[in-house]
């Protein structure tokens, strides 16, 4: 095996910003470690695009809202590849009910599912990212609906707390990393496009609507977020640290 120049962890990469990171950070002589929770046929149609770059593509599964789950799979790429250099904490999902009618169970899923979930894996990932020095990363997707609250605008009570979480936690863990010049930071998407094939949680016609919000009068594209995790991944962004970076169109917030 040839010497590698990172190891990339994505989680949630079978479709959307997950997938368009994956392709954003393929590069040859770097390994790529795609997370889906279950569905391995899109992540595995993700690592056709990443082997055509030159870089390595594995699959691992997991369900991130079961504790443990995090460490499993960091063990699991730390021991096969004796490093691991890139943590992407992307996994996630939107739960667009009021407060009042959520109940126990689910808040308990969607915290987690994201913000438990990252700080799993900075947990596991810790040495290993302070091992890599300068070239440690780690970068939680949050998402808008944790900044912005207004009459018109989408509300996800319990989505935005658990992306709230996320966004604190970077931001308390780069201060730890720091003096290895390793780094830590959140991108907040705002409305983006979802794959034709995708779950969502507005209905199309809302989407339609929403778009007149933002500023720049459309969604985003995965791929404008997937440029955003790679420029805060790579060299260029090695002074930015426990930063939220807003990827949003112009959405006030």
């Known amino acids: 095996m040839p010497s590698l120049q990172r190891v990339i962890l994505i989680t949630g990469a079978s479709s959307g910003i997950g997938a368009a990171t994956a392709r954003a950070l393929a590069a040859p002589n770097a390994t790529l470690v795609l997370h889906a929770r279950k569905n391995r046929a899109g992540a595995e149609k993700v690592a056709e695009a990443v082997r055509e770059t030159g870089a390595e593509a594995w699959f691992l599964a997991g369900d991130l809202a079961e504790p443990g789950t995090a460490g499993r799979l960091v063990d699991e790429i730390t021991g096969k590849f004796g490093r691991l250099d890139v943590v992407v904490s992307n996994a996630g999902f939107a739960d667009r009910r009021p407060i009042g009618e959520v ?81 830590v930071n959140c991108v907040a998407p705002g409305l983006i496009e979802k794959d034709a094939d995708a779950h969502v949680a507005l209905s199309r016609d809302r989407m339609a ?45």
């Open 103 to 183: 109940d126990r169970a689910a808040w308990d899923a969607s915290i987690a599912s994201m913000t438990s979930a990252f700080y799993e894996f900075a947990t596991a990932a810790k040495p290993w990212l302070i091992k890599a020095g300068a070239g440690g990363r780690m970068v939680g997707v949050s998402s808008f609906v944790a900044h912005a609250f207004a009459r018109g605008l989408p509300s996800f009570p319990v989505s935005a707390a658990a992306k709230a979480g996320v966004e604190a936690l970077a931001r308390a863990f780069a201060v730890e990393i720091a003096p290895s010049g390793g780094t």
């Open 209 to 253: 609507q929403m778009s007149s919000l933002v500023p720049m009068g459309r969604y985003g594209k995965p791929t404008e977020v997937a440029a955003t995790i790679a420029f805060l991944c790579s060299p260029a962004a090695s002074y930015i640290t426990g930063q939220t970076i807003h990827v949003n169109g112009g959405v006030t917030l």
